[in-house]
């Protein structure tokens, strides 16, 4: 192994075009494949961009450079110096002719996980070796749509007046249910593991911060094993004041939007990689009432009670009959947390909204209970102890205006945004019921 001194990459495999025909350029990467003829030999490296071929003759590079460019390691990691001329033959319309080139990371074999191979491994294989299955181009293409979805939040969020905020992880009560919480120790006191921003978020609206919004880690502990649920995922939340459920779905709404559009005009080639597309949703998205579903499943032939959770049977069936994203709103104020607020004039129904992509719940949000009293009776109505809520009660009594907020999974976004089946392929280093390591 060689270091690498003072050698940088002056070009991706992207850059190159025939503007640097004939020039000398400093490309680094992973050895993909070599393919040795005897005179000639063509080395295919790869960056994040693409990849190039080195082309190498014997004759011309003499006896020890050829050797010893044709024996390296499949994807060992080189630094090359070499002229770009142009050859048709070349898929790219060019090959790279090594003038000088540096090992500097050596690659065992065998590979524990192929990078080109076309036999493909199973998902334990793969994410035991996350590093290797991350090299290959349909993989990191999720990954960069991801940040590109990460991005285009952030914008809405910076245009909208939103300041970046973060809250503690480790916590001592449960936000959304007790069931599902991951016990921390936290010297001599019991901690958990937060599920989510919420009570943090909506605390921060007794401040005058007015618009927050938060990206980071939400720690669940379901037991179930699903395409759709992780043990930890990244929860992009906002809360808002001086606003109702009207206000934050407008936000929401303009998210996915630049999220689509973004993606289509950054990542064109990662969703061709892919082979999926999707199409910029048509603003506003339309809102359906809990009510409403409930006559379009019986409609397509299931019957629920007014009150239940929609089941995936029912969930299917709304997601034939209504438009790709759609909101569900004005939800029976039973089935959503105590933090949402009810309706003023019928409060069994509530200012709750879920945002669904077909029958995939991406969201859920709500304008919230800003009257102490109201929001003592809720905790205590779904069994739980106000005294347990003091430091986020307290937040209540000194001046709280009325807000409302959502929280959306980043990772259901990318699975819809990428056509993804499994809410694993969407995140680095999946943790489930299963998984911990790596
Ligand atoms: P909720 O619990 O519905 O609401 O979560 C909000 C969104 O987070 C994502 N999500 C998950 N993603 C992957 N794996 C999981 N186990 C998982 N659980 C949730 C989903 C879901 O729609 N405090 C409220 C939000 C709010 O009202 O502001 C909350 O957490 O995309």
């Not at 990772?411 to 995140?427: D, K, S």
């Amino acid at each position: 192994m060689e270091p690498l001194g003072d050698w940088r990459r002056n070009k991706f495999v992207s850059d190159i075009s025939s503007d640097d025909f004939e020039s000398e350029v400093t490309v680094a990467g992973w050895i993909q494949d070599i393919r040795n003829l005897g005179g000639i030999a063509f080395i295919l490296l790869r960056d994040r961009t693409g990849v190039l071929q080195l082309t190498a003759i014997k004759k011309h590079h003499g006896e020890d450079f050829f050797r010893k460019i044709t024996t390296l390691a499949r994807e060992s990691v080189i630094v090359v110096k070499g002229k770009v001329q142009p050859n048709e033959q070349v898929a790219s319309g060019f090959e790279i002719l090594p003038c000088e080139f540096k090992v500097v990371g050596v690659a065992k074999t065998p590979l524990p996980l192929g990078v080109v191979d076309k036999v493909e491994a199973d998902m334990d294989t793969r994410l035991d070796s996350r590093f290797i299955d991350l090299r290959k181009e349909e993989i990191a293409a999720v990954f960069k749509i991801r940040s590109t979805i990460l991005a285009a939040c952030r914008e809405v969020f910076e245009k909208e007046g939103f300041i970046e905020v973060h809250t503690p992880k480790i916590v001592a009560t449960a936000t959304e249910g007790g069931t599902a919480l991951f016990q921390a120790q936290y010297f001599e006191k019991k901690a958990y593991l937060n599920q989510s921003p919420q009570l943090y978020k909506q605390m921060l609206m007794a401040t005058g911060f007015d618009r927050v919004y938060e990206i980071g880690p939400a720690f669940r502990a379901e037991e179930h094993d699903t395409t759709r649920h992780l043990n930890e995922f990244t929860s992009i939340d906002i809360e808002m004041a001086f606003a109702d459920e009207e206000d934050a779905m407008g936000i929401l709404e303009k998210c996915v939007y630049n999220a689509v559009l973004k993606t289509r005009e950054v990542n064109e080639s990662d969703m061709r990689i892919l082979g999926t597309d999707i199409d910029i949703p048509a603003l506003p998205l339309q809102r359906v009432t809990y009510s409403e579903c409930l006559d379009i499943i019986k409609e397509g032939g299931y019957y629920m009670n007014w009150g239940e959770d929609f089941p995936m049977e029912a969930m299917k069936i709304l997601g034939e009959r209504i438009p790709d994203f759609f909101f569900i709103t004005k939800w029976p104020t039973k089935s959503k947390p105590f933090y949402t607020q009810p309706f003023e004039d019928n409060p069994e129904i509530c200012r709750g909204f879920d945002l669904q992509y077909k029958e995939k719940e991406i969201t859920s949000g709500a304008q919230r209970v800003s009257d102490v009293n109201l929001l003592k009776r809720r905790l205590e109505e779904q069994g739980l102890n106000p005294k347990e809520f003091k430091f986020y009660l307290d937040a209540f009594e000194y001046g709280m205006p009325p807000h409302a907020g959502w929280g959306l999974g980043a990772e259901r976004l990318t699975m819809i945004i990428t056509g993804m089946q499994n809410i694993r392929e969407c995140v680095l280093f999946p943790r489930d019921r299963k998984r911990l390591v790596p």
